[in-house]
């Protein structure tokens, strides 16, 4: 079973240039403090139809557990809390977050 994050954020008006270079730093930071823990393939979009102001990172991992333990880590990390301060004052308050999804079935 796979379960898929989106960590979809409205973003301020005038902050979608530094957000979306700020974006891609959450994965490779991630990586650095995770190392073999690191579950690997987020994705970084910005949204381009419908509302706009959105980004959102995706990523999949096999269990809630590991999820949990990984972003554990993470909150305990300093340097993953000063980007997250940094980034903060580009976002909504009214974002969605975390949206979990379960793969149900698949069809090749």
Do not use: C
């Not at 409205?10 to 891609?24: A, H, T």
């Amino acid at each position: 079973m796979t379960i898929k994050y989106d960590r979809l954020m409205n973003v301020k008006p005038g902050s979608m240039p530094i957000v979306v270079e700020m974006g891609p730093k959450f994965p490779e930071l991630a990586k650095k403090i995770l190392g073999e823990e690191y579950a690997g393939g987020v994705k970084f979009y910005a949204r381009v139809l419908g509302p706009l102001n959105q980004v959102m990172w995706s990523w999949e991992v096999e269990s809630m557990d590991e999820e949990m333990a990984r972003s554990a880590k993470l909150d305990a990390n300093e340097e993953w809390n000063q980007m997250v301060s940094e980034i903060m004052p580009h976002m909504e308050s009214s974002s969605v977050g975390d949206a979990l999804w379960m793969e149900i079935s698949k069809t090749d």
